[in-house]
């Protein structure tokens, strides 16, 4: 059961084309729910599942990805479901700085625990 006050994954338009699968305002969109006062919560796999797509679908350095992930988790409406966020903000940080060490199996190890 979703706690009262947390956005829904179901309120949050899915796209209609297969063929677009994201569609042009989905930035946006999600800038405003993010930057709303909603309390989001987000699954250790989700963490997982964006930092694998951000840097080997789109190719963006880990670095960053790791970044923007921290500062996800720093705002204060964002909560990580079963896991204190510092936890989650360290194993982010762990994988920072080394391509051996996968964003995706930190966070999932910790989620686990």
């Known amino acids: 059961m979703i706690p009262s006050g ?11 084309s297969a063929i677009c699968p994201t569609p042009p305002d989905a930035a946006e969109r999600a800038e405003r729910i993010i930057g709303s006062h909603a309390r989001l919560l987000i ?10 797509v951000l ?7 880990r670095a960053p990805v790791v970044d923007a992930l921290i500062a996800l988790l720093r705002r204060i409406n964002v909560h990580v479901h079963g896991l204190d966020k510092t936890i989650a903000i360290q194993a982010l940080l762990l994988c920072r700085p080394s391509s051996r060490v996968s964003s995706s199996s930190v966070v999932s190890r910790l989620a686990s625990r």
Do not use: D, M, N, Q
């Not at 947390?6 to 209609?16: C, D, L, M, Y």
């Not at 699954?43 to 694998?52: I, N, V, Y």
């Not at 840097?55 to 350095?61: D, E, I, N």
């Open 6 to 16: 947390i956005v829904r994954r179901s309120s949050i338009p899915a796209s209609s």
């Open 55 to 61: 840097t080997k679908f789109y190719g963006v350095p």
């Open 43 to 52: 699954t250790p796999g989700t963490l997982a599942e964006a930092a694998f």
